[in-house]
């Protein structure tokens, strides 16, 4: 049923769909996520209050480079012993730090997102660029190499990725504090949506 939801599904809608009540639907999805089966995000509804659980199935994906998920690791971990009411904020300004870095050792390039890309893929994304109707762009992040971190802290892992992304694009020089990641914001994808206007004359 959640493999099928390409977007993934909320406790809710597993309830709604299953008839389990919703803590029990809970604990069958968290001991799915526990067992590695299962990744979960917070879901990008534009309600008010703090958004759901969205819960996807685990792909099969290449780790990112054994020194940079112990990097996160230990970063993430460093952030909620001294901060553990403000993980996320914390996580979004280290991303940001270690995106500008990676950034600067990327080939520079006319265009920002290029340098994005590349910063992502060398982390292990496997990122693709959509343009949008709107004239805006897309980065869609197809594998999340930091999987086993997801599972540990979402909220922080997603965080990082963010102050990343922000990071990257501040270094080559585009505004950066529009970067926003959306979580299983497509199917089979999280989405980061930028606030650069695709290049002029590229094909929309």
């Not at 971990?77 to 914390?90: I, K, T, Y």
Request: aromatic share 4%; hydrophobic share 40%.
């Amino acid at each position: 049923m959640v493999r099928d939801a390409g977007a993934g599904m909320t406790i809710a809608e597993v309830g709604e769909r299953t008839g389990l009540h919703l803590s029990t639907a809970r604990a069958h999805l968290d001991r799915l996520v526990d067992a590695g089966l299962l990744v979960k995000a917070r879901a990008s509804g534009g309600q008010p209050g703090r958004p759901a659980w969205r819960y996807r199935v685990a792909a099969t994906e290449t780790p990112a480079p054994a020194p940079y998920r112990a990097l996160a690791a230990a970063l993430l971990d460093h952030l909620s012993r001294r901060n553990p009411g403000d993980v996320r904020a914390e996580a979004t300004r280290a991303g940001h730090d270690w995106g500008r870095h990676l950034a600067a050792a990327t080939a520079p390039g006319e265009d920002p997102v290029d340098t994005l890309l590349d910063v992502l893929r060398g982390l292990g994304f496997s990122p693709r660029r959509q343009e949008t109707a709107d004239g805006n762009v897309e980065v869609h992040l197809h594998t999340c190499p930091f999987l086993e971190l997801v599972n540990r802290n979402p909220d922080a892992i997603c965080a990082l990725h963010v102050g990343v992304v922000r990071g990257a694009l501040d270094h080559a020089g585009a505004p950066p504090n529009g970067a926003v990641l959306e979580p299983f914001g497509a199917p089979d994808a999280c989405v980061v949506r930028l606030a650069v206007p695709r290049t002029t004359g590229e094909p929309a």
